[in-house]
């Protein structure tokens, strides 16, 4: 199974860390991580690049843009999205700020991306519109518990919000 790891540009360096040691004490040892190719280089203190330093490159599938500019970075983190869908993964995100208020879960990047800016909450919403397990540290827009069972669950000593696509709610958590 594949563990996915997005999260903002401006996310606390230090979350970041115990977050990604966390998954790879925990989870590490069973799984491979997909993680998305940074924008920038000087992106340094992002999630993904914490993830980068900590994941050992053999384990790590990171996913680069495909063509300059938005649109590729679209695809990159629709490919990475996609890359857990077909691997029954589990996606850890760190936004930064609060989802924006018409973003909903979809299967359409269109409607995750198109107009609502492009980052970990349409990364989410494109998420939970193809059936992965998502695991939130910002709580999510009430208007998202239509499209997924919502729980609160702790991981690595941060609160956490994990949501189950309502077509996988019968499935066992990181099974």
Aim: aromatic share 8%.
């Amino acid at each position: 199974m594949f563990i996915g790891i997005f999260g903002s540009r401006r996310w606390c360096a230090d979350q970041a860390v115990a977050v990604v040691q966390h998954l790879l004490h925990d989870q590490g040892s069973r799984h491979s991580f997909v993680i998305p190719a940074e924008a920038s280089a000087t992106n340094v203190y992002s999630v993904a690049a914490v993830a980068r330093r900590l994941i050992p490159a053999e384990r790590a599938h990171v996913i680069g843009a495909v063509a300059p500019g938005i649109g590729g970075l679209v695809q990159r983190s629709a490919m990475a999205c996609r890359a857990l869908a077909a691997n029954h993964g589990t996606a850890y995100i760190l936004p930064a700020v609060a989802c924006p208020a018409l973003l909903r879960p979809s299967r359409t990047t269109s409607r995750c991306w198109g107009g609502h800016g492009i980052g970990s909450w349409a990364e989410a919403a494109y998420c939970v519109g193809l059936g992965v397990r998502v695991v939130l540290f910002t709580p999510p827009p009430s208007s998202w518990h239509g499209f997924a069972l919502v729980r609160r669950v702790v991981v690595a000593g941060f609160s956490a919000w994990l949501l189950s696509p309502r077509r996988l709610a019968a499935a066992s958590f990181l099974s």
